[in-house]
């Protein structure tokens, strides 16, 4: 496996237009993208800044990933995550060298990306998302 750098930093948020405020209008960094993920409970705002994308998620519900995780920790990071090439074979080899997955294969993401998370037990405390952006050579 090979990580090709960090694809996007995750951002728990609870007023996602209020933080766009700040972070577009404030941070001036350029708003790519703003989305409903049903699939994971959020309205999802990414912004660029650089090669790497900030990203804020707002819960959709108390009862989401997102919702529950504002409930505990409050706002803030939430996740951070990794672009691969291979994000098959690196679950694999991260699963061998005994991480804990909690996708055991990828899943769709944002903008046809294919992601996958390792628990945060594994990594330090951060919920760890590994992605791979562009589709596979044999799609
Ligand atoms: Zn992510």
Do not use: W
């Not at 959709?60 to 939430?78: A, S």
């Not at 951070?80 to 991480?99: C, F, M, N, P």
């Amino acid at each position: 496996m090979k990580i090709e750098n960090i694809s996007h930093v995750a951002i728990a948020v609870r007023d996602l237009e209020a933080q766009i405020a700040i972070y577009r209008d404030v941070l001036g960094l350029e708003l790519v993208s703003l989305e409903q993920v049903d699939d994971q409970g959020v309205k999802a705002a990414m912004f660029q800044c650089g090669q790497v994308r900030i990203e804020l998620l707002e819960p959709l519900g108390d009862d989401t990933p997102v919702g529950r995780f504002i409930e505990k920790r409050g706002e803030g990071i939430h996740h951070i995550a990794y672009r691969v090439q291979d994000l098959e074979g690196t679950l694999g080899e991260l699963s061998e060298r005994g991480l804990r997955l909690i996708d055991t294969a990828p899943r769709p993401g944002a903008h046809g990306a294919q992601i996958a998370f390792v628990h945060p037990k594994s990594t330090g405390g951060v919920l760890t998302e590994f992605c791979q952006e562009e589709p596979p050579p044999s799609a």
